[in-house]
């Protein structure tokens, strides 16, 4: 066995196959075994990744011996959350749209499984592992790159990660960079992703007090317009207050007035003043204040801290609004033209919900939605300016999302950048969809109905009122294709959510590139998270770097096999056979390589003083 073990070293060594996984990435590993390349494992400890001085082979021989299954398991995940092992069993296969393709394909997959299910015992990896702990891997795929020594990291050929993600992969990042787009390409951000605003940064507290405002008086505008029955009403009924701690803020303290008691009617002129706001609103649209020097007429044309008490009477009290046909007819060609200038008008709908989320934290973690100006400052303010990590960002939230069985859900949609200058990026054409547990509705801002992530998600244990929602809470995107078939819109997958999921991602990339640190030899999976809009629309929420690939469903488990399959393919088995199956990937982009002097952020301003005459 230890002549085998010295033979396969030697192969791997000449053959530059050695490599290191942090994390628990069982599929990676076996891939990798299954392509001859040898192993050099972590410590057990979780310590970083270091370089070994000097020939230590019999003692790592001794130690392989004695406690490799040990060191094995550690190494699997190093902190004690190891990912459950998929089996070798597991079937890679996954749907392609080409079916001259097919049958090729399916050669292929069928003879990798049958080498993955060939694999010789851990007991011998362990042992060559020992033999190559001197060894600098040529492949490394980690959780994170400050796990790894920074002498020892340019030494390595192929890294899974790039660093100085901050720019694409936070809340806040994401959020600036996009402000930048405009200087990359004549595309307006608010197309595709929901306005957002840091509120650590006075400038931009101040535009989402005014936005906030603003979309009040559009909010009330619609509540006027909409009936049940033969009474004018303000909205549907008032929201109640959530029973989970921490999620939705409003209302708390805000008890319903009793139904026996008449609701005094809002002041005469609320929806005058909501006209006013939104005339005034189309003509800044319009540019017709650009050679004003006074501040905003948005701002100053009505007492705002008495209208937002009066609308939040309307949307969250019942508070009856009674309208002219004169009223009507201009609330009515009002929001027509504001629809025509505001893309975002179609995703509002008309309670003004915000959603706030901690700058720098995921999987849902911190996430508070509020209804209420005076809120959503509250939590700006109690938050430590020193405290960076932990900023906040405000969001209008999708008030009308398309629906699955009256259930909200998400995409994580995979892409990989092989490349950053000149930029390279590839689409992968699977994906799949993360249901909430509870129906989808505005007068119960609760987790369970409002956040797709399977970590908060899994929490909830309750049955599914409705059978048709999976179990698990996942969706393939061939269920969600046969889905929009049944209703008739089959067509919108291809022509609609897959080209705007492509030109967003591109989109952020693009006006992120030059922050991110670019390495060559790297690559790096990432996850987008879409919302898809009652029109079909995509709209990103958010991308994600190191992508989780545990699996919590048959569906997860099978795709995120192939996606970490595939992602091999491309960047190892690619370089030596460029005509080799790479599996579901596409190439999305490769930029020309012209050296770009740009810079992010950049503001031409021109200041001076007039000339004075002699």
């Known amino acids: 066995r230890l002549r085998k073990a010295k033979l396969r070293v030697e192969k791997a060594i000449k053959e530059k196959k050695i490599f290191a996984v942090q994390g628990p990435y069982p599929v990676i590993r076996r891939l990798l075994r299954a392509r001859g390349w040898v192993e050099r494992k972590l410590p057990r ?148 992703f929901p306005r957002c605003y840091r509120l650590g940064i006075m400038e931009e507290q101040e535009a989402f007090i005014e936005d906030f405002r603003l979309t009040a008086a559009r909010s009330l505008l619609k509540l006027a317009l909409q009936k049940v029955g033969d009474r004018p009403v303000g909205t549907e009924w008032p929201l109640k207050p959530d029973k989970v701690p921490g999620w939705c803020r409003s209302h708390v303290s805000h008890p319903m007035p009793s139904t026996a008691q008449p609701r005094s009617p809002p002041y005469p002129q609320l929806v005058e003043e909501a006209l006013e706001v939104c005339e005034q609103h189309l003509g800044i649209l319009g540019h017709q204040d650009i050679d004003r020097k006074t501040p905003s007429p948005c701002r100053t044309c009505i007492t705002w801290e008495r209208f937002l008490q009066e609308y939040y009477r309307v949307a969250h009290e019942g508070a009856r609004l009674v309208l002219s046909r004169e009223q009507r007819e201009q609330c009515q060609d009002l929001l027509q ?126 049955s599914q009122p409705d059978p048709r929602v999976p179990p698990d809470k996942i969706w393939s995107n061939k ?80 795709l995120c096999a192939n996606v970490q399959r595939d992602t091999l393919r491309l960047v190892l088995d690619r370089k030596d056979n460029p005509t080799c199956s790479i599996g579901a990937f596409e190439l999305l982009y490769r930029e020309p390589a012209v050296s770009s002097c740009l810079t992010v952020g950049l503001k031409l301003v021109v200041t001076g003083c007039s000339l004075k005459k002699p």
Not at 342 to 360: D, F, R, T
Not at 451 to 460: A, P
């Open 45 to 192: 400890n979780g310590k970083q990744l270091k370089q070994q001085v000097g020939d230590q082979k019999k003692q790592q021989l001794k130690r392989a011996s004695g406690g490799g299954d040990e060191q094995g398991e550690a190494v699997l995940n190093p902190r004690g959350g190891a990912q459950p092992s998929l089996g070798t069993t597991e079937p890679l296969h996954h749907p392609w749209p080409h079916k001259k393709n097919k049958g090729k394909r399916e050669d292929e997959d069928k003879k990798e499984e049958k080498e993955q299910c060939n694999e010789d015992p851990d007991d011998i990896h362990d042992l060559m592992s020992s033999l190559v702990q001197d060894q600098v891997p040529n492949f490394l795929w980690t959780v994170r790159l400050s796990n790894i020594d920074q002498e020892l990291l340019p030494r390595i050929e192929v890294v899974n990660r790039y660093p100085r993600l901050h720019a694409l992969c936070t809340k806040e990042g994401l959020c600036q960079s996009l402000q930048n787009l405009s200087w990359f390409e004549q595309v307006d951000f608010n197309t595709f």
């Open 337 to 462: 033209r504001l629809e025509e200038q505001l893309p975002q008008l179609g995703i509002e709908g008309n309670l003004n919900v915000w959603i706030l989320k901690p700058s720098a934290k995921s999987r849902g973690r911190g996430i508070v939605c509020a209804t209420r100006l005076e809120e959503v400052l509250e939590l700006a303010e109690s938050t430590a300016p020193s405290v960076r990590v932990c900023e906040w960002v405000v969001q209008k939230y999708m008030e009308r999302p398309l629906t699955i069985f009256d259930t909200k859900f998400d995409i994580r949609q995979w892409f990989v950048v092989t490349d950053w200058k000149p930029l390279t990026v590839w689409f992968y054409q699977d994906c799949y969809l993360r249901f909430c547990s509870r129906p989808f509705s505005l007068r119960h801002l609760e987790p369970a109905r409002h956040l797709c992530n399977v970590s908060i998600q899994k929490r909830y244990k309750t």
């Open 479 to 558: 269920q969600f294709q046969a889905h929009l078939a049944r209703l008739g819109r089959a067509d919108a997958w291809q022509q609609v959510m897959v080209p705007g999921m492509k030109a967003a991602i591109l989109n952020a990339l693009r006006c992120t590139r030059d922050q991110v640190g670019s390495r060559k030899g790297s690559f790096e999976l990432f996850g987008a998270d879409f919302l898809i809009g009652e029109d079909c629309h995509p709209w990103l929420l958010e991308i994600n770097s190191c992508p989780t690939m545990s699996p919590s469903s048959a569906v997860t488990r099978r």
